[in-house]
Each structure stands twice: as C-alpha cells, then as structure tokens.
C-alpha cells in the first residue's frame, strides 16, 4: 500500500511558476524501493479528460506531455520520498487539480493513458491571465 499526499498548489499570474510536491510512503514499518515504482503527475479539468502530464520510472527516466514540454520537470528526492512537479512559464490552460500517482511497476506502458494503481488527493492550481 502507498500513501500520496500533494502540495504547493495555488494561485499564480501567467507566466509564473509554481513546484508541487507529492509525499510518498508506504505501510508501517515498510520501505519504499522506487527502483521498481514508477510514479506521475496527472490533471484534471471538470467536464475535460484526465490529462497524464509527467512520468518518471524506476531508472528516473522521464517524460512529459507535449503540451508541457519544455515547461514542466519531474523528478524525484528518494531521500526524502518526495516526488516533485516544477511548473513554469504557467498558462491559464494549465488551470486544473493536478494528481501524483504511483504504481508498483518499474515503468508506466502506454503512457500517459496509464493507470496508476496509487493517488493522491489533489491539489489545485489556478493560472490567471
């Protein structure tokens, strides 16, 4: 079992910048091994399709959406079972709930219509124009 926990999401103006961060832990008394978990940040719009935005394996190698690229990294602090989103250059059409997500796979096939067995609560993020 793996518990995910967002934050950092908020309000920011265009072009702003914002990193969420995704804490990850598993059952008591159990470790994470992130080299056979792959893990990810999805959004969501109401009324629009799930949005897979940013990968990242159990190597670290990653992946992002084309309509981030560029703007968005993923990357991850095993040592502190942190998963992290850094979002730049923000656009109002990044407005959405944005999910961390973690599966018990070394790599997500099919990215990014994969899903993760394992998300998190949400949170939101608001870019104004």
């Known amino acids: 079992q793996v518990q995910l926990v967002e934050s950092g999401g908020g309000s920011v103006q265009a072009e702003g910048s914002l990193r969420l961060s995704c804490t990850v832990s598993g059952s008591p008394g159990s470790t994470i091994d992130y080299k056979n978990y792959c893990m990810g940040w999805f959004r969501q719009v109401p009324g629009k399709e799930r949005e897979g935005v940013a990968a990242i394996d159990g190597d670290e190698s990653s992946a992002t959406a084309d309509s981030v690229k560029g703007r968005f990294t993923i990357y991850t602090d095993r040592a502190k079972n942190t998963l992290y989103l850094k979002m730049m250059n923000l656009k109002p059409e990044d407005t959405a709930v944005y999910y961390c997500?973690?599966?018990?796979?070394?790599?997500?096939?099919?990215?990014?219509?994969?899903?993760?067995?394992?998300r998190g609560q949400g949170t939101q993020v608001t870019v104004s124009s």
């Open positions: 997500a973690a599966d018990a796979v070394r790599a997500a096939p099919g990215w990014p219509g994969y899903e993760y067995r394992y």
